[in-house]
């Protein structure tokens, strides 16, 4: 097991935690949901707000350039993670891939979309009160780590060999705090700006820069060169 993969289960195991407390609290100190009501954040201090900074802090991380403890698929938009293969580049069969993988991803954008609209009517008829959308959103924390480490379900409309080459990758925090798009709040609302800022930089880079993205042009990307060794499960250099 790589040292980031094991980074990674311990932060697994504390989004847990993270997701069991935020029950807890669900079921007995529901009043500590108030912050997320308009601009409660700014009245008082409570065990929200440190998430929040958890949050904030893990979204900052996506914004600069990282080496060590942020994995290669979320950083592969930045010039410095960027190896040109020494060969020429096919510009052609480059375009066909954005294309292609571009496609893929926003029909996960529309499942997303689908999901999202079950959710906003369940809150609408009085089913979901906000503090369940805040729930589905800590439910969507774990869930995240569950897909790079255990089993990915959008793999199956990407087809991406794994989370090096993951289209999607900073996508992550825009599909966790979509739930808390119905809560008028500055805490959802800070939260889903940030995250909203990040998937625009990503999409740029990827309209800007797409060769460092294909790992027929990015050799970083490449499974021979893989550090990370996140998800194991599809790693064809372990499997050989």
């Known amino acids: 097991m790589s040292k980031l993969r094991k980074q990674y289960v311990l932060r697994l195991i504390f989004r847990c935690l993270i997701f069991i407390l935020c029950t807890l609290f669900f079921i007995f100190r529901h009043e500590e949901f108030r912050v997320l009501h308009g601009i409660n954040f700014f009245n008082g201090f409570s065990a929200f707000h440190l998430l929040w900074v958890i949050w904030v802090i893990d979204m900052i991380y996506q914004l600069v350039p990282v080496k060590n403890q942020i994995p290669l698929g979320s950083q592969k938009l930045f010039r410095q993670r960027f190896r040109p293969i020494t060969e020429k580049i096919n510009y052609a069969a480059l375009r066909r891939y954005v294309i292609d993988t571009t496609k893929s991803a926003y029909k996960v954008l529309l499942i997303w979309g689908a999901l999202l609209a079950v959710i906003g009517a369940l809150y609408f008829t009085g089913i979901l009160n906000y503090s369940a959308l805040f729930l589905f959103s800590a439910a969507f924390y774990v869930c995240d780590l569950i897909c790079v480490l255990i089993w990915c379900p959008f793999r199956l409309i990407l087809q991406n060999r794994c989370c090096t080459t993951c289209r999607i990758f900073n996508w992550d925090h825009l599909?966790?705090?979509?739930?808390?798009?119905?809560?008028?709040?500055?805490?959802?609302?800070?939260?889903?700006?940030?995250?909203?800022?990040?998937?625009?930089?990503?999409?740029?880079?990827?309209?800007?820069?797409?060769?460092?993205?294909?790992?027929?042009?990015?050799?970083?990307?490449?499974?021979?060169?893989?550090?990370?060794?996140?998800?194991?499960?599809?790693?064809?250099?372990?499997r050989g």
């Open 175 to 238: 599909m966790m705090f979509t739930p808390m798009i119905f809560i008028k709040g500055f805490y959802s609302i800070s939260l889903l700006v940030m995250a909203f800022i990040i998937w625009l930089i990503w999409e740029l880079h990827i309209a800007l820069y797409p060769e460092r993205f294909w790992e027929h042009s990015n050799g970083a990307l490449r499974c021979s060169e893989c550090t990370d060794k996140l998800c194991t499960q599809y790693c064809q250099k372990l």
